[in-house]
């Protein structure tokens, strides 16, 4: 089946610092793609809507000027953390719909990101 | 999207069919109901979806209710490994792929 990989798996970084994750679809084309934020014991929060070729859609009160998207192509999203804080720690998830007719608009995730910011 | 509710926690013994239910009962014409499942630390996999057929595949069976205000996922012969998660969502096809998650129910599967 369809696949979409995130890197890294996990990351530790230091308060203040920006970090990137990335979103890749491997096997299919995804003009949409999804960021999700989950904490420990928690469901999966959707962040916001990457869209390729325009800005990304933030969902109420998720900064966009601190969770930076960009969908440079039609395989690839990113997500930088900027000036991360502890309270930042968490599990990133992204997702992408395979739009293909024999996919039948399934969605496919990540297998996620552990940031750990100290 | 549709809201769905769904029981906390089950647990079902290694071996037997597990059947988790999930109301949807303000689902509209136009959506389907999908389930996903997370297992600890991984992100969510795909299981199966459903409009108002029963469906199945090699992972599970859904059973949706005429009125499709509710439906059933079973896994038929339940294993350790399917301990997780286990999330229903309602959404339209027409949907980019927008997932609304609830709080699903924690299978928790015992030898």
């Known amino acids: 089946g369809a696949v979409v990989s995130q890197h890294p798996s996990w990351v530790i970084c230091k308060s203040g610092t920006s970090v990137k994750i990335e979103c890749r679809s491997l096997?299919?084309?995804?003009?949409?793609m999804f960021w999700y934020r989950q904490f420990p014991k928690q469901s999966l929060m959707l962040m916001a809507t990457s869209n390729e070729g325009s800005k990304a859609t933030y969902e109420q009160g998720v900064e966009k000027d601190k969770f930076l998207i960009n969908h440079a192509s039609l395989t690839l999203s990113t997500l930088t953390v900027t000036s991360a804080h502890p309270e930042d720690s968490s599990f990133y998830i992204c997702?992408?719909?395979?739009?293909?007719?024999?996919?039948?608009?399934?969605?496919?995730f990540g297998e996620g990101s552990w940031l750990t910011v100290v | 999207d549709a809201k769905t509710t769904q029981p906390p926690s089950m647990d079902c013994a290694e071996g037997r069919a597990a059947n988790l239910p999930c109301n949807h009962s303000t689902i509209s014409g136009n959506e389907y109901v999908y389930w996903y499942r997370q297992i600890h630390s991984q992100g969510p996999q795909y299981i199966i979806h459903g409009l108002k057929n029963n469906e199945t595949n090699e992972m599970a069976s859904l059973i949706i209710t005429e009125d499709r205000k509710s439906s059933t996922l079973i896994l038929p012969h339940a294993t350790l490994r399917d301990t997780a998660v286990y999330y229903c969502i309602v959404r339209p096809t027409s949907n980019t792929g927008k997932l609304i998650f609830g709080q699903g129910t924690t299978l928790q599967v015992k030898p």
């Open positions: 096997d299919f084309q995804a003009t949409t």
């Open positions: 997702s992408a719909k395979d739009r293909s007719w024999f996919a039948g608009n399934t969605i496919y």
